[in-house]
């Protein structure tokens, strides 16, 4: 069995007339973010990190903005395609460590229901998902309010 790292980023611009999804979560907010899809960046960076540890490409690569089927796609749907796609080319995720770098709102109440999320969609262990909060102090773009980034960092296991 070997075993292999994945990376994961995503980021989008926050806008006012839109629902805010995070982890696979409705948070409370009179802002969301915007994209193609329901743009949960969370979910968006632990789909990359998986697929870049599996060598598959990326999320554009398998769900391009420019599909007008995707348009609005509630993004648990793609990490659940993602991992078909992981169970079917032999993988197993041993563990998922993430961050939303966000100013505002404060998300750390929701952490434990994106963990449950993010776990029932992929089939694993509430333990093997860790997500993370932080400001940037009120430094750059998620520190102005304008947008909201995540990292994700996988180690998966190769059948």
Not at 131 to 151: D, I, Q, W
Request: hydrophobic share 45%.
């Amino acid at each position: 069995m070997s075993q292999r790292i994945g990376f994961g980023y995503d980021v989008h611009r926050l806008a006012t007339g839109r629902q805010f999804w995070l982890g696979g979560v409705l948070i409370p907010s009179e802002f969301g973010a915007e994209g193609h899809s329901d743009a949960d960046v969370l979910l968006h960076a632990i789909c990359d990190a998986l697929l870049g540890a599996a060598a598959l490409g990326d999320i554009g690569k398998h769900f391009p903005d420019t599909d007008p089927a995707l348009k609005g796609i509630d993004s648990k749907i793609l990490l659940g395609k993602v991992n078909d796609l992981m169970t079917a080319g032999g993988y197993s995720i041993v563990n998922i460590d993430s961050t939303i770098a966000l100013q505002a709102p404060k998300v750390a109440a929701f952490i434990e229901n994106m963990r449950k999320t993010i776990s029932g969609i992929l089939g694993i262990s509430i333990n093997q998902v860790s997500v993370k909060a932080t400001t940037t102090e009120k430094l750059g773009f998620e520190g102005r309010g304008e947008g909201v980034s995540a990292y994700a960092v996988v180690l998966i296991n190769m059948q």
